[in-house]
T-cell receptor, first 115, second 112 residues
Framework: KAGVTQTPRYLIKTRGQQVTLSCSPISGHRSVSWYQQTPGQGLQFLFEYFSETQRNKGNFPGRFSGRQFSNSRSEMNVSTLELGDSALYLC??????????????FGAGSRLTVL | GQQLNQSPQSMFIQEGEDVSMNCTSSSIFNTWLWYKQDPGEGPVLLIALYKAGELTSNGRLTAQFGITRKDSFLNISASIPSDVGIYFCAGQLRGATNKLIFGTGTLLAVQP
């Protein structure tokens, strides 16, 4: 079956712009989580969506937002981009059951460069 | 952001050697996970641990969930060149669903 698909894979933006990243989860998976990966901070949790509702949120400023659609596809948006937002943004999907750590399947990521 | 203490930071070994890496935390975790990330790819789950003291194997990989629930280790036996990559531990707090806290990573290089 198809894995987690993230688009675009690479993009370059300038400071002050905004960006929208897309994630298509594995068919049947209802939970989508987003992570930011940088050399300095490593992998940091951004947020998780389940059944179109944000279920958990990390410690990121309000410029980072996301949403999930009825078909479980998710988008994240970063507004007023800063140089420090340059990172690999990873999306992960899972069945999203209420308890325990669901097995997360990660996509290949969207690499954002802010100039 | 919060990261787990993972060691060693990097390892350069010969093919056939065994490898050991570990993660420690000041927090008690409900679940420990070990991932491997290849260049240009997302992390791939290797082993999931759900109970304190649990020892789980996946082929040449063995991982354990520490008794204190604050640590975990991963062993790789008889390393091969395709083991090259970055290995991450990740912990999940009780009730945190898919909000994982990742370790700082261990870069593994295997020389044929």
């Amino acid at each position: 079956k198809a894995g987690v698909t993230q688009t675009p894979r690479y993009l370059i933006k300038t400071r002050g712009q905004q960006v929208t990243l897309s994630c298509s989860p594995i068919s049947g998976h209802r939970s989508v989580s987003w992570y930011q990966q940088t050399p300095g901070q490593g992998l940091q949790f951004l947020f998780e969506y389940f059944s179109e509702t944000q279920r958990n949120k990390g410690n990121f400023p309000g410029r980072f937002s996301g949403r999930q659609f009825s078909n479980s596809r998710s988008e994240m948006n970063v507004s007023t981009l800063e140089l420090g937002d340059s990172a690999l943004y990873l999306c992960a999907s899972s069945f999203g059951g209420p308890s325990g750590a669901n097995v997360l399947t990660f996509g290949a990521g969207s690499r954002l460069t802010v100039l | 952001g919060q990261q787990l203490n993972q060691s060693p930071q990097s390892m350069f070994i010969q093919e056939g050697e065994d490898v050991s890496m570990n993660c420690t935390s000041s927090s008690i975790f409900n679940t420990w996970l070990w991932y491997k990330q290849d260049p240009g790819e997302g992390p791939v789950l290797l082993i999931a641990l759900y109970k304190a003291g649990e020892l789980t194997s996946n082929g040449r990989l063995t991982a354990q969930f520490g008794i204190t629930r604050k640590d975990s280790f991963l062993n790789i036996s008889a390393s091969i060149p395709s083991d090259v990559g970055i290995y991450f531990c990740a912990g999940q707090l009780r009730g945190a669903t898919n909000k994982l806290i990742f370790g700082t990573g261990t870069l593994l290089a295997v020389q044929p």
